[in-house]
C-alpha cells in the first residue's frame, strides 16, 4: 500500500466534541488536558466546567496580572488573603472592582486586616454577589464604625441586595449596631454563619430579653437582635451555623420557636451547654430539618438521637461526633430514616455497630441508602460488625473513616474490599492490626508455633513488678514485627480470585499511617490507583525508597501525600518518584531524617505547583536550601522547617 504526501491534514475537531470529551474527566485531569494545545484550553473555559471553581491568591503585585486575566470569565470566585492596609492591597483590591465588579459571584478574604475604607470602596462595585465570606475579619469591626455613614449603607445596600450566603465567624467585636447596619444591606440571606462569635445569649425571664439588651447599643451581638432577623428574613433564611457560641437551651428555644422560620440546615458544633430536651423542642419546631451538625455537644445523650429519628422524616445529614454518652441506643430506629445519607459517629466511645447492622437488617422498610459513614476512634468495633455493614451498604456507600478503631484487622480490609468496591475515601489510620496480608485479600499462613501469651490462660499482666519467674511480661505491640510474605504468597496473590484493595478503583483518598504491620510488600503490590489524589503512609517503620518509587508510578493524580516518621526514605525514593508527581501540592516529610537537601532541588525540578512542604526534624536539611527552594516556587505558600540541621534530635521530638 502506497502513501501519497499530498494526503489532506487531519481535521481539527469541533469545539462542542471537545468539551464532550472532557466532561467524563475529572477536574485534575481537566486540568493536565487544557494544557495540550489551545483549543483544549478553550474547550476547558467552558461555562460548565466553571461552576463552583474558585480562584484563591494572595495580595501581591503578581496578583494583579491574575485579575486583569479573569475579566475575560463571565463569572468567577475569589478567595484573596494576606490583605491589609498598604499600597498594594488597595491596588488590588480597587482592579478587582474595576475589571470584575459585575462578574463576582464570591468573595472570601481570609487571613486579613483590611481596613474599612478599601472594603466601601469595593463592595458597592461587586453588583453580582452572591456569597461574602469576612470571617476573623476583626479590623473592619473593632471601631464600631463600619457602615455608620447613611451614604455607605445606601451604596452597599444597592450591590448586595442579592446576597445569599453571609460569613461573619470568629467575630470578637461584632456589635448590635453593626450587625443591624451590615444586616439591613442584605435582605434576602439564604446561609447565615455567626460560628466562634461572642454573641449575648443570657436570658432575662422576668424582662424577656437578654440581659443588658438595650436597642442597637450592646457591645456584643444579642440574642434579641439575632431573633429580630431571623423573624425578618424568615421567608428566605435556611441555613444557621452557631457552632462554638455560648448558646443556651432557652436561646435554642426562642430560636427554634420564630414564627415562619423553616431552617432546613442548622450547626451547633461544639455548644456545650446543649440539652437532650433542647434538642427534643428544636426538632418539635423545625421538623424540616435537612443537616444537623450536634457533634461536640457533650451533654447530649441517645435521647436526641432517637428524637431525630422520630422528628426528622427528611433528615440527610447527622453529625454526633465527639457526643461521647452517646450509645447505640436508637441508631437501629435511625437507620430507618430513608433519606439519611451521612452519618458521623466518630469519637463516640461506646458504639460497637451492632444496631447499626441490626437497623439497616430490620423490617421491609425502606432503609437509609449511606453515602458516608464515619466511626472514627469506635474502640468497640470490631470485624464482624464491619463485615456486616459492608455487605449492606456496597451499593451506596462512598466514604468511611474507621480511623483508630483499635479492633479492627485484616477481616475488615477483606470484607471493604469484597463489597465496598464504590468507595471513593477510605481512612484506617492507626488500624495497627491491619497487615499486608489484609490489603492483598489473602489469610496469613497457619503458624505451628503456640501463642505463648496465652498458653496458660492466666491474667495478663501490664507491669512485670520484677522477673521472679513466675510469668513472662507481655509482649509489646512495637516489639511485634510484620510476618513477612514470601514469593510463593505473593505467587499466590497474583492468581487469585479474591478482592485485595486493587478492587477499589474509585478511591480518591487513602489513610493507612501507623499501620505499622504494613510494608512495601503489600504497598507495591496493591497502591496503584490512577485517580488517587491523597495518601497518607505516614509512620510505617517497614516503608522504604520501593514504595515511594511505586507510588510515584501508579498514582500520577496525587495532589496530597504524607509520608512523615518513614525513616526508610530517602533522596533515592524523591528522585524515582518526583518527575511522576507533577500534581503534587502537599507534601510531608518531618522525621524522614534520610532526606537531604537533595530532594528540596528534585521537588524544584519536579513538583512546581506545591503549595505546602512539611520537613520538620530533618537533620541533613540546610536552612540555605529551604530559602531556595521558597523563592523557586511560585505557588509555595507554607514550609514547615522547625528544627531542620539539628543533629542527633531525640527520637521523642519525632512524636
Known sequence: MEYSDDLPETPDLPLEIIVYILSFLPASDRKEASLVCR???????????????????????????????????????????????????????????????????????????????????????????????????????????????????????????????????????????????????????????????????????????????????????????????????????????????????????????????????????????????????????????????????????????????????????????????????????????????????????????????????GSDTAKAKLEALSLRSSTYLRDPAVFSLAQLLGDSLRELDLTSCINVTDVSVYAISAYLQKLEVLQLGWCKEVTDWGLLGMGQRSESEPDEEMGDKGPRFTRTFGNMGFFKPPRMPFEERPKLLTQNDLQRFRQQAGASLLALRRLRELDLSACAKLTDTSVTQVIHFPDLQRLSLSMLPELTDASLASVGRRCRSLTSLSLSHCPGITDRGVAQAAPYLQRLQHLYLSCCNNITDRTLYLLMQHCRRLKTVDISRCKNISMTTVDLLQSQLPFLENVQHKLIGVADLPLTDCF
Not at 492591597?89 to 465588579?101: I, Q
Not at 436597642?215 to 423573624?231: C, G, K, M
Not at 435554642?252 to 446543649?274: F, N, S, T
Not at 427528611?314 to 430507618?336: C, N, P, V, Y
Open 39 to 361: 483549543s483544549w484550553y478553550n474547550a476547558s473555559q467552558d461555562l460548565r466546567f466553571q461552576r463552583n471553581v474558585t480562584f484563591s491568591f494572595p495580595a501581591s503585585a503578581a496578583s494583579l496580572a491574575l485579575v486583569r486575566g479573569l475579566a475575560k470569565k463571565p463569572r468567577c470566585s475569589l478567595k484573596i488573603s494576606q490583605l491589609d492596609g498598604f499600597s498594594i492591597s488597595r491596588s488590588l483590591l480597587t482592579e478587582v472592582g474595576l475589571c470584575l465588579g459585575s462578574k463576582v459571584d464570591s468573595l472570601a478574604l481570609p487571613g486579613s486586616s483590611l481596613t474599612e475604607a478599601s472594603l466601601l470602596d469595593l463592595l458597592p462595585r461587586l453588583t453580582s454577589l452572591r456569597r461574602l465570606d469576612v470571617r476573623g475579619l476583626d479590623s473592619l469591626f473593632m471601631s464600631g464604625a463600619f457602615l455608620s455613614r447613611e451614604e455607605h449603607r445606601r451604596q452597599v445596600r444597592s450591590a448586595l441586595s442579592g446576597l445569599e450566603e453571609l460569613d461573619l465567624s470568629d467575630l470578637r467585636y461584632l456589635s448590635d449596631l453593626t450587625f443591624t447596619r451590615l444586616t439591613g444591606c442584605t435582605p434576602r440571606l439564604r446561609r447565615l454563619s455567626l460560628a466562634g462569635c461572642h454573641i449575648a445569649f443570657e436570658f432575662d425571664p422576668y424582662r424577656g430579653s437578654p440581659v443588658g439588651a438595650v436597642e442597637d447599643s450592646s457591645a456584643l451581638l444579642s440574642l434579641r437582635n439575632l431573633r429580630r432577623l431571623l423573624t425578618e428574613q424568615s421567608s428566605t433564611l435556611k441555613a444557621l451555623d452557631l457552632s462554638r457560641t455560648s448558646i443556651t437551651p432557652e436561646s435554642l428555644r426562642i430560636i427554634a420557636q420564630v414564627q415562619d422560620l423553616v431552617l432546613e440546615e442548622l450547626h451547633l458544633q461544639g455548644c456545650r451547654e446543649l440539652t437532650d430536651y433542647s434538642v427534643e423542642v428544636l426538632i418539635k419546631h423545625q421538623p424540616k430539618l435537612l443537616k444537623l451538625d450536634i457533634s461536640g455537644c457533650t451533654g447530649l445523650t441517645s435521647r436526641s438521637v432517637e428524637a431525630a429519628a422520630r422528628g426528622l422524616e427528611s433528615l440527610t445529614h447527622l453529625s454526633l461526633s465527639g457526643d461521647w454518652r452517646i450509645t447505640e441506643k436508637g441508631l437501629a430506629e435511625l437507620l430507618s430514616v430513608s433519606s439519611l445519607l451521612s452519618l458521623d459517629l466518630s469519637e463516640c466511645l461506646h458504639i460497637s455497630g451492632v444496631e447499626l447492622v441490626k437497623g439497616l437488617k
